[in-house]
């Protein structure tokens, strides 16, 4: 398998956890989306939105972080991360459509101005970013210990929130306000998979 990704990519650091937690080696190689790579034709033959990571494996090329996750583990035959059973897969699935839709989008714009802007970072989208990540991080408060496929069994969803939550802390977000929250991702962190993949800065 190849993987093309970069290392503060909190959707590429989730597809990396998976292949720790499975053991598995990924041939990885770091798209320099500084220099415009992911733009290139080349790569925009294998992911036409020019976005990382990318999984190809064999006749196999996939894109969407959480996509290449299920397929890896239903390849690998963990079916407990992403559950067979028909209703713990949709509250999985639910919990990763929430990560892209509602905790993902703030959270990478906030990167972007605080990592790639410097000076040029603009003040008023800082601080929706911050905003939009409380909001939806008071949903996440709610809903740990409800039984609702996160806090309790690890699964793909554990993997998806706790690198994001990763790059939130990595660009001064606060997690103060989210006891539950904080206790949660601090069993995250202990997992040899997250300290594994610690994006290295400079």
């Known amino acids: 398998m190849k993987l093309y990704m970069h290392p503060i990519s909190q959707h590429s650091r989730r597809v990396l956890m998976l292949c720790h937690e499975l053991k598995l080696e990924p041939e990885c190689h770091v798209v320099a989306v500084d220099k415009g790579e992911h733009k290139s034709d080349a790569f925009l033959a294998m992911n036409p939105a020019g976005q990382v990571p990318v ?9 969407e972080s959480h996509a290449i996750m299920k397929y890896i583990v239903d390849k690998a035959g963990k079916g407990e991360l992403y559950p067979a059973d028909p209703v713990a897969r949709r509250r999985v699935d639910a919990w990763l459509d929430w990560t892209h839709a509602s905790l993902n989008p703030p959270i990478q714009t906030l990167a972007i101005q605080t990592l790639f802007m410097g000076d040029n970072a603009d003040a008023s989208v800082v601080s929706d970013c911050h905003s939009r990540a409380a909001a939806a991080l008071e949903g996440l408060e709610r809903g740990l210990g409800s ?7 690890t699964t793909l969803a554990d993997f998806a929130i706790g690198s994001t939550l990763g790059l939130f802390e990595m660009v001064g977000g606060s997690l103060e306000r989210f006891p539950k929250v904080t206790a949660w991702l601090e069993t ?3 997992r040899p998979s997250y300290q594994a993949t610690v994006p290295q800065m400079g």
């Open 188 to 190: 995250i962190k202990a």
């Open 55 to 63: 999984l190809v494996d064999g006749d196999v090329v996939l894109a």
């Open 147 to 153: 039984g609702e496929a996160i806090g309790r069994e």
